[in-house]
């Protein structure tokens, strides 16, 4: 079985910095593209951002220049760290791996975690 467990997050006031670490664990063969999805109260899950196992990243228009997403391959961890934090950014914040695990490799399948709240304060 392959598991995400996310951690980090919490409550902070406006302009604060949070870090999330996601760490996927299991019978883990690659772990391929990884990233950060949200989901605010009444709100439909939002693609925040995502990093490709080379490193390449991707942002939301609305996080880009106050979020960095950052992975440790040799850990499986993702990492999302979250400055300058706005009450809109306040969701609970979900990761996601895109990987092959024993049972499936060589083919890939997409992994969640269970998710963590991040509360912003004005």
């Known amino acids: 079985q392959v598991h995400l467990v996310e951690s980090g997050g919490g409550l902070v006031q406006a302009g604060g910095s949070l870090r999330l670490s996601c760490a996927a664990s299991?019978?883990?063969?690659?772990?391929?593209?990884m990233g950060w999805y949200r989901q605010a109260p009444g709100k439909q899950r939002e693609l925040v951002t995502t990093?490709?196992?080379?490193?390449?990243?991707n942002y939301a228009d609305s996080v880009e220049g106050r979020f960095t997403i950052s992975r440790d391959n040799a850990k499986n961890t993702v990492y999302l760290q979250m400055n300058n934090l706005k009450p809109e950014d306040t969701a609970v914040y979900y990761c996601?791996?895109?990987?092959?695990?024993?049972?499936?490799?060589?083919?890939?399948?997409?992994?969640w975690g269970q998710g963590t709240q991040v509360s912003v304060s004005s």
């Open positions: 299991g019978s883990i063969v690659e772990v391929n593209d």
């Open positions: 996601n791996a895109y990987l092959a695990s024993r049972r499936t490799w060589p083919a890939s399948s997409l992994y």
């Open positions: 990093i490709t196992n080379f490193g390449s990243a």
